[in-house]
Each structure stands twice: as structure tokens, then as C-alpha cells.
T-cell receptor
Framework: KAGVTQTPRYLIKTRGQQVTLSCSPI?????VSWYQQTPGQGLQFLFE???????NKGNFPGRFSGRQFSNSRSEMNVSTLELGDSALYLC?????????FGQGTRLTVV | DQQVKQNSPSLSVQEGRISILNCDYT??????FLWYKKYPAEGPTFLIS?????DKNEDGRFTVFLNKSAKHLSLHIVPSQPGDSAVYFC??????????????FGTGTRLTIIP
């Protein structure tokens, strides 16, 4: 079974731009969550989608948004990028209360 | 407000000895706890979990202890091996009445095993 796939792996954007990250969950997993990892902040929860509906949201500004498609694939969008948005963004798909993570997208904002 | 805390950012242990990673939490309503291991440039991988109604769970070289009165859990790795060098994240899960689950992670502890 293929694992969680995130694309792209690396991304460089300039301040003010917007970015879209993609996540394909493990086949059969309907729950997809997004996390931001920065040094010193650990893994911070962004949001969770289940069957195309957002059912949990973390404490991030409205510039961070997401969606889930009928095939469970999910996208995360960040608008008006700031330097502080530079981080590793991880996606996880869940089944039976266990989260399986992708390799992440390393976003650098310059 | 950091509900899950890992106060030691790093830990070095001699190969063959015991590694003890600690985690404290503030919310007594968490339903269960997990430990994840993360290598550079990879996503975290699940290691072991423990329900809030248990005080110990063991899986091979890994044992997790939960002290609910102290709101503290620890991961013991024995014997420690060089491949155990990684960042370890503690996570707590809160289940809602609707069956939703939310993971809250600690900031991680970098474990280095010295050969």
C-alpha cells in the first residue's frame, strides 16, 4: 500500500505570494490532517478534513485554508505569505485512531 | 498555551543504556497518548501508544509509562541503539462527543545515541 504522498517536496516563494500544497492519503483513509513544524514550536495542528468537511481547526490565521476532494486528496493553501510561514508542512491520514504522515513539504518564504 | 510539553530539547545516551524521554501535559481530559519518532526530511512514524486508563504499555524495547496524577508520561528505550537517534514527539489525543479526534504534539526531544 502506498503511503501518504505530499507534493511538492520543496518550495521557495516570496512574501505576499500564495501557495498550494497537496496531499494524497493512504487508500481507504478518509481523514486528512495538516500540521506545521517549525524549530522550537514542534508540530502544530492546522486543520483536519473528513469526507470533504473540515471538522477541526487549529489556531492559525485565515490566510491558512484547506479543502478535501471526493477522493480524499487534500490541498492546503496559504495566501499572502509571510517570512514566518517558512516551515515543514506535514500531512497525515488516519485510520483506527493512528495517524500516518507524509514526508512533508518544505516551504521557504524569502 | 502549550498543553503538551517536552521540556528537554535534547538528550544524549550511551549505546546499550536506557533512554528516558519525558512529556508533561495539562489537560486531564486527554483520552490517550502516543509517541512518534522522526528522522530528518521524513514524516513522523508511530512508535507506541497508551490509553489514559492504563499506566504502562510495552512493545519490544519501547515502554511507555503514564502517571495521571502527575500528568506525566515517559518513553523508555532499552537497550538504546544508534538507529534510535531521532527526534521524538509526544502527542495527546482528545476525543469529542462526535467521535472527532484531535492530536496535540509536544515540541520534540532530539535523542542522540553515542556508540
Amino acid at each position: 500500500k502506498a503511503g501518504v504522498t505530499q507534493t511538492p517536496r520543496y518550495l521557495i516563494k516570496t512574501r505576499g505570494q500564495q501557495v498550494t500544497l497537496s496531499c494524497s492519503p493512504i487508500s481507504g483513509h478518509r481523514s486528512v490532517s495538516w500540521y506545521q513544524q517549525t524549530p522550537g514550536q514542534g508540530l502544530q495542528f492546522l486543520f483536519e478534513y473528513f469526507s470533504e468537511t473540515q471538522r477541526n481547526k487549529g489556531n492559525f490565521p485565515g490566510r491558512f485554508s484547506g479543502r478535501q476532494f471526493s477522493n480524499s486528496r487534500s490541498e492546503m493553501n496559504v495566501s499572502t505569505l509571510e517570512l514566518g510561514d517558512s516551515a515543514l508542512y506535514l500531512c497525515a491520514s488516519s485510520l483506527d485512531s493512528r495517524a500516518f504522515f507524509g514526508q512533508g513539504t518544505r516551504l521557504t518564504v524569502v | 498555551d502549550q498543553q503538551v510539553k517536552q521540556n528537554s530539547p535534547s538528550l544524549s545516551v550511551q549505546e546499550g543504556r536506557i533512554s528516558i524521554l519525558n512529556c508533561d501535559y495539562t489537560n486531564s481530559m486527554f483520552d490517550y497518548f502516543l509517541w512518534y519518532k522522526k528522522y530528518p526530511a521524513e514524516g513522523p512514524t508511530f512508535l507506541i501508544s497508551i490509553s489514559s486508563i492504563k499506566d504502562k504499555n510495552e512493545d519490544g524495547r519501547f515502554t511507555v509509562f503514564l502517571n495521571k496524577s502527575a500528568k506525566h508520561l515517559s518513553l523508555h528505550i532499552v537497550p538504546s541503539q544508534p538507529g534510535d537517534s531521532a527526534v521524538y514527539f509526544c502527542a495527546a489525543v482528545l476525543k469529542s462527543n462526535f467521535g472527532n479526534e484531535k492530536l496535540t504534539f509536544g515540541t520534540g526531544t532530539r535523542l542522540t545515541i553515542i556508540p
